[in-house]
């Protein structure tokens, strides 16, 4: 039964899917299944989507629910908690480029209660918890189900500020739930609705909601907490004006769907290449506001192997890994369920976990299932094609290192090139390095990382000379920088 399941939920995916080597996913599935055992957690699932293929490897263990012993199964529905963000920010997103609402507009213009006490909020400062809300996870959490009359009355009657808005990042639910407002103030139906409709409809999320009471009993992994060395049921909480914030309730498979859509706006068109303008709305969840704060990797030890920067996107946490490049990642903490995801935009991958234990934090597993796939040789990242002026500039780096001379063409260097380094010692460094590498191709290979710059490497006799190239911001093609190296062959 599991592997005709397993083909179904693979064969769903938007292209015919290439499972993991058996040994990775073995390797995952143990980490999985080891920690949720150890932890004290009823039931655990996961997926690994990759770009274009969709669900390449998922799995569970345990129980969705302790009573009954009712096992987790591939379509369990979980709730993931503030993984919900995300959902709601690339609303607002869409709503922006449709003209609906602008990301700096007051809060006030769209939420009338807020008059008076919040005039100086703006959108944007709810979209990346900067709007000097005290953090309110553990009262936040507990809100979900307010009635949306209370919330109003909640407005209405203000809310304290811990600190300036626009100051630093301050985790905040109450402002996401605002959000949510905003949501349903500009678009004319409640927020759930909305969302359902941008997102859940069209990607084919057929099992996720914001409706408790709409899934079936059987079909729901219940939430628990360990407590005097057994298991403990949480109260369910059903929607309400807090859903915004953290509501979603989904499965395996169509949370797959999601983090595909994600993945699906990587990389970026080349410049002056048209795209489909909804594949800039979401990369314009990975816009980060606020101050950098580091964190340390989830999943290493100490001392810490691997510190990350991090600041807060839409609904995802930003930051920069030391192997697996750009990731953007959330956790959703929550009474009975602790989930995480993490995506390597610009790798094309991503994991998730779900369980139905009280703040698990699984994030650990994630990432540690994506170091393991990075690992494995399996998450190059994307190429960028080398633009026409790259190839240019190139071609005109080839002819320097054959003739020695940077200054023969001198339409082709920027006003600075000679004016940093003037053209004596500019020869003077081509010798030397040409002296060292010793036969030389004619071509370089281009690595672009733009499309103006890039590294150029020559594959020569005596080992890999490479020169950084740079090319200024003019409409013809013009070079502001060219420098060599040589690391001689081991």
Known sequence: MRLTLAAALLAATPAAAAPLPPALAARIDTAMQDTAA???????????????????????????????????????????????????????????????????????????????????????????????????????????????????ALLQAGVPFTRAAGLTHEYSNLGYAILGRIITNVSGRPFEAEIAHRHFGPLGMAATTFNLAGVPAAKMATGWRWQDNGWTREPDMGPGAFGAMGGVITTVPDYARWIDHLLSAWPAAAPGTAEPPTRATIRRLTRGEGSPRRMNRPGDGLPTICSVAVVYGGGLRIGDDCDLGRVAFH??????????????????????????????????????????????????????????????????????????????????????????????????????????????????????????????VWACANGRLSADLLLAPTQDVRVQGLDWRFEAQR
């Not at 990242?381 to 080398?386: E, F, G, R």
Request: aromatic share 8%.
């Open 331 to 456: 956790g959703g903490g929550y009474p009975g369920y602790g989930s995480h995801m993490i995506i390597a935009p610009d790798r094309g991958w991503g994991v998730f976990v779900f369980t139905n234990h009280t703040y698990a934090g699984p994030s650990d597993l994630a990432w540690q299932a994506m170091l393991a796939i990075q690992q494995a040789g399996l998450m190059p990242a994307d190429a960028i094609p080398a633009s026409p002026a790259l190839t240019a500039a190139a071609a005109f780096a080839g002819r320097v290192l054959a003739s020695g001379r940077v200054d023969a063409e001198p339409a082709l260097l920027a006003v600075n090139l000679l004016l940093d380094r003037d053209a004596a010692h500019r020869a003077a460094e081509i010798a030397t390095v040409k002296a060292h590498a010793g036969r030389c191709p004619p071509a370089p290979a281009i690595s672009a990382s733009g499309a103006l710059s890039g590294t150029l």
């Open 38 to 152: 150890m932890r004290n957690w009823p039931g655990i699932a996961w997926g690994v989507v990759k770009r274009g293929q969709g669900l390449v490897h998922y799995g569970q263990a345990g129980l969705a629910d302790a009573t009954s012993r009712r096992p987790v199964t591939p379509t369990t529905r979980f709730r993931i908690a503030s993984m919900t963000k995300a959902f709601t920010a690339l609303t607002i997103e869409q709503l922006a480029a449709e003209g609906k609402l602008r990301l700096d507009d007051k809060v006030a213009a769209h939420v009338p209660e807020l008059r008076g006490w919040g005039d100086q909020l703006t959108i944007t400062d709810l979209v990346h918890h900067m709007a000097g809300f005290v953090t309110d996870d553990p009262w936040g959490d507990r809100q979900t189900p307010l009635p949306e009359p209370e919330f109003t």
